[in-house]
């Protein structure tokens, strides 16, 4: 079992119910940065609603189900930052489709609740002692196919099932774990006749059709997380220096690929990067008539320890980067450990900085796309530094 025997007991009786042995005291909140026109992009009822089933059924007021973002192991087993997000935010929806309680068990290779704490539902509450199904979402990449006491498949059969299937049947264990990180949410989930039903009927705005691409990952994030005041120290410390005399800023992310981390698997190359920072100068000067370095600043978050050396010694007068050498949430080299929680932290910090860029030049990678969907940005707000395309902006 997969939580501690000395907080949950298993309820016998036909409803499932969970009994807990402890009482916990109301929720720790503080306040965010509100989500500019978030009401209109995210409705402004289903947030309460859901707030409320889910109360209810952690306090056995209704009947147990619970649905299980789950990664507990590594390397390899969960991917990185960006594709964990996606595959955590579109379980957080399907669990809100079904009527289940949320949770979140991400312990490796650091606890989320660190860095995140719950805003508007208790994710942290522990996976209860009741009948359990466990899947793995996602591609096996030649790992074993019979990992013991998983239900195994390919996003291509993922893809498959969430267009068809009625997951209220499919869905038939009180508590039902997931290790995903497939962005079902974006697509797939908009095939599938009962969950869009269902959308409609608790009028989800970020799922319904016509919405703004990658806002469900903010309206999501507005729903589960408070920053910790670590991770909100160091975020307002670099908005200082970014915001010095009401600059405009231009977030830069640039991927160059995971062979620092012992993978040979390159997106960017190390001859193409430099494109980025010159798409950050047609943006100032095209989009937003900037001649005055002064005027803007950019934001720089990278995979790469060159790419911040050039930064540094091309426009060290615009660009704030973070002073840590970048590391990976899931790969590392054998002889090196897993990421440290300052690595952590400035995945974080990266990540909720880029959202808050006024513009983005970005690799085509899930850490930019999530970014982006955190900061709620519009089309017209980001592009794509190899082809820095500004002609619809």
């Keep these: 079992m997969m939580t501690n025997a000395s907080v949950f007991i298993v309820a016998n009786n036909t409803n499932n119910t969970v009994v807990s042995v402890t009482n916990e005291g109301p929720q720790t909140t503080r306040q965010t940065q509100k989500l500019d026109g978030s009401p209109d992009v995210c409705g402004k009822k289903w947030q309460s609603r859901y707030q409320a089933l889910h109360q209810d059924i952690i306090n056995n007021k209704r009947e147990a189900k ?4 789950f990664c507990d192991w590594t390397p390899g087993g969960c991917a990185g930052y960006g594709d964990r997000v996606r595959g955590m935010i579109s379980l957080f929806y399907l669990a809100i489709l079904t009527d289940r309680a949320f949770l979140i068990h991400w312990k490796k290779p650091k606890p989320l609740e660190r860095f995140l704490t719950p805003k508007n539902i208790n994710w942290t509450f522990p996976i209860p002692l009741l009948e359990t199904r466990k899947h793995f979402w996602k591609d096996i ?19 498959s099932l969430m267009k068809k299937e009625n997951f209220n049947v499919y869905f038939d264990k009180p508590v039902e774990v997931v290790t995903t990180n497939i962005y079902f949410a974006d697509s797939a ?15 989800i705005s970020p799922l319904l059709p016509g919405s703004q691409r990658h806002a469900k990952i903010g309206c999501a994030f507005d729903v589960l997380f408070n920053k910790s005041p670590g991770l909100q120290n160091a975020l307002q410390n670099t908005r200082k220096k970014l915001r010095e005399n009401s600059a405009f800023v231009i977030g830069i992310h640039i991927r160059l690929g995971d062979n620092q981390f012992g993978r040979n698997h390159t997106r960017v190359s190390e001859s193409d990067f430099p494109k980025y920072f010159f798409c950050a100068k047609r943006v100032e000067r095209k989009l937003f008539n900037l001649d005055d370095r002064k005027q803007a600043r950019w934001f720089l978050a990278t995979d790469s320890l060159l790419v911040k050396d050039y930064a540094r010694k091309h426009f060290a007068e615009k660009v704030i980067t973070e002073e840590n050498k970048p590391e990976h949430l899931d790969l590392f080299k054998k002889d090196k450990k897993p990421i440290s929680d300052e690595g952590m932290m400035s995945v974080l910090h990266d990540h909720f900085m880029l959202a808050e860029c006024d513009f983005l030049v970005l690799s085509r ?3 930019s796309g999530t970014a982006v969907g955190v900061g709620i940005h519009n089309s017209k707000t980001y592009t794509f530094g190899e082809n820095c395309s500004l002609d619809s902006k």
């Design 66 to 69: 619970f649905l299980v973002y």
């Design 189 to 203: 989930m908009q095939k599938n006749k009962y969950l869009m039903q269902r959308a409609q009927d608790l009028e």
């Design 141 to 159: 990449y030649g790992r074993k196919k019979d990992i013991d006491g998983w239900l195994t498949t390919n996003s291509s059969a993922l893809v």
């Design 365 to 367: 990678s899930s850490f």
